[in-house]
């Protein structure tokens, strides 16, 4: 009974850290982000769609909007002690609203990188082949 006690203590432990590396990265995150490109299946958004579209993560959800009347939202997940680290996003609108896309991120000296599909395989890389999309974020300075 004494080490089941124990087991569950060190998986209570762990959980709790999990958790706190996953809160953690997600405050790293949050800010606005302009976005420097943005591809699918290897080819590049036209230039218009890039240049007036911003991304912002504030706690759990991260707004994608394309000028001040084209939003989607969408809830995120991330596991960030995962290589590489894991991303998903659930609109909470619209057509795609209940749908999970799985991805994977990085974020390096103010950058963010997002590969993430709308089929079920998550991308194992930062390519945009194939259904992959890849989006890469500059966040602002403020």
């Known amino acids: 009974m004494k080490r089941f006690a ?11 850290g999990a958790a706190s590396a996953d809160e953690k990265a997600i405050k790293e995150l949050e800010g606005t982000y302009k976005m420097t490109v943005a591809e699918k299946g290897g080819k590049a958004a036209p230039k218009e769609l890039t240049d007036t579209a ?8 991260l707004t994608i909007a394309f000028g001040a009347d084209d939003k989607k939202v969408a809830k995120i997940k991330v596991t960030a002690d995962a290589k ?4 998903d ?3 909470t609108e619209g057509a795609e609203k209940g749908k999970t ?4 991120y990085k974020f390096e000296k103010g950058e963010l990188t997002l590969a993430f ?3 079920t395989d998550r991308p194992k890389e930062f390519k945009s ?12 300075e403020k």
Do not use: M
């Not at 124990?6 to 709790?16: K, P």
């Not at 911003?54 to 959800?61: C, L, M, R, S």
């Open 117 to 119: 599909t709308e089929k």
């Open 84 to 87: 590489p680290a894991t991303i």
């Open 101 to 104: 896309f799985p991805g994977i």
């Open 6 to 16: 124990g087991a569950l203590t060190v998986l209570a432990l762990a959980l709790v």
């Open 54 to 61: 911003t991304v912002t993560i504030k706690g759990d959800e």
């Open 89 to 91: 996003l659930s609109p």
């Open 129 to 140: 082949d194939e259904d992959v999309i890849l989006l890469k974020l500059k966040k602002s």
